[in-house]
């Protein structure tokens, strides 16, 4: 493993006895905490790249998307005992000197409660680089800080399936070149393709847009008939263009929907209606990943028109999607937090899902090359299965 920004090796050889004696989950005030001998003395920013595989590129709403993030802002937390805690910077934490002033001097255990997560949303910017410290200095994956003996597994999904059969524009690659990127995360272990439609809304008339969507869900299905398909408009259809849709691949086995519309308890109404006349009650029903309106989500939760809940994983929270397991879970709602963007957030997503269960899939963002140390965390057997290494189990490279 890559050394972090401090030798966390040496860092855990001198805590492991005293993170041993720590029973889970529990208060982390208490005077004998490992937490509670640690203060925060300085926060660093690190840009890092972790680039994806190849070029992603249109969906229903946006354009090309690129080769994935090459500057990406991290933060770094350091503490007086020589410990460190990294991870993703959420929402606008400011310069390092602003954050560095909220957190200076406190001790880690009155920054977070490993059972609970963050103790403010004053800390919500470094909610996952302090779940990530206080994993490093127990001595504990970050999923084993529910008190869980192993993680919960489940499968994960290939989230890089986009309109790259209209690229280049001056001459598109077609299907083919779908089924091409379908073949390489195949090979990479993805056993779920998630696939973007919703061609008609921008990119080709409506008409040729959802022939082409048709075409293409039914291409991937008859190339690859063990894979679990999703599909994700990201709200770029009405609730009869989406019903057309699935008329035209009528046998084609949907895992789940995802975005079809901005959600309203109509729409998700109707079109549930359709999927339990139409023999695909098991179809699941997933939302709310961009600009969620939470009590309509809250409704169509109430007799299970929707069944997957999809927000952010580092936008919404790390704490906040642990603090609303429980009624979900009681629930019978399904969790499967966003992570596009980068595949860090898919590792913080596995060790969410490993601590709670209660998921049908995680999202899989792939990387390759870049600057991180994966370690342990890695897809095996279909399935996404999050480092057993302290903390998120992630090594930045050393500074030069």
């Given amino acids: ?134 994993g490093v200095i127990l001595d504990r994956p970050v999923w084993a800080m529910t008190g869980v003996k192993m993680p919960y597994l489940t499968k994960v999904y290939s989230g890089m399936i986009y309109f790259d059969d209209l690229d280049p524009e001056e001459q598109p690659a077609g299907i083919d070149k779908v089924l091409e990127n379908c073949r390489w995360d195949y090979d990479y272990g993805y056993r779920q393709f998630k696939v973007k439609i919703g061609r008609g809304n921008k990119w080709m008339s409506a008409k040729a847009g959802l022939e082409r969507d048709i075409d293409v869900v039914n291409a991937i299905h008859k190339a690859f008939p063990d894979v679990d398909i999703l599909v994700d408009g990201n709200n770029g259809f009405t609730v009869d263009t989406m019903i057309d849709f699935l008329k035209g691949i009528a046998d084609v086995p949907l895992f789940w929907i995802e975005e079809p519309f901005h959600e309203t308890v109509a729409d998700w109404t109707r079109l549930k209606d359709f999927l339990v006349a139409n023999g695909r009650e098991k179809t699941l029903r997933a939302d709310g990943e961009a600009q969620p309106d939470f009590p ?55 060790h969410f899902v490993g601590a709670y269960g209660n998921a049908p899939t995680v999202e899989g963002v792939t990387t390759q090359g870049g600057d991180i140390d994966f370690g342990e965390n890695k897809i095996i057997d279909a399935q996404f299965h999050p480092s057993n290494q302290p903390g998120f189990g992630l090594s930045l490279p050393p500074l030069s």
Wanted: net charge positive; proline share 5%; aromatic share 4%.
């Fill in 1 to 134: 493993m890559i050394q972090r920004t401090m030798n966390r090796r040496t860092f855990l050889h001198h805590t492991a006895v005293a993170a041993a004696a720590t029973t889970l989950p529990r208060s982390a005030h208490a005077a004998d905490s490992p937490l509670s001998g640690h203060h925060i003395d300085r926060v660093d920013f690190r840009t890092v790249s972790v680039p994806w595989p190849r070029q992603v590129g249109r969906n229903s709403s946006k354009g090309i998307h690129g080769n994935g993030p090459d500057k990406l802002r991290v933060s770094v937390l350091h503490t007086d005992q020589g410990a460190t805690g990294w991870g993703q910077t959420q929402g606008n934490s400011g310069k390092a000197e602003q954050l560095l002033e909220l957190v200076q001097g406190k001790s880690v255990a009155e920054l977070i409660d490993p059972a609970t997560g963050i103790r403010s949303e004053k800390y919500h910017a470094i909610d996952v680089p302090l779940h990530d410290l206080a």
């Fill in 296 to 350: 309509v989500l809250e409704e169509l939760q109430k007799d299970h028109t929707l069944n997957v809940r999809l927000e952010d994983i580092c936008g919404h929270g790390f704490t906040r999607w642990r603090r609303q397991m429980p009624r979900l879970t009681k629930d019978g709602i399904g969790v499967s937090p966003h992570t596009w963007g980068t595949a860090l957030k898919s590792v913080y997503s596995a």
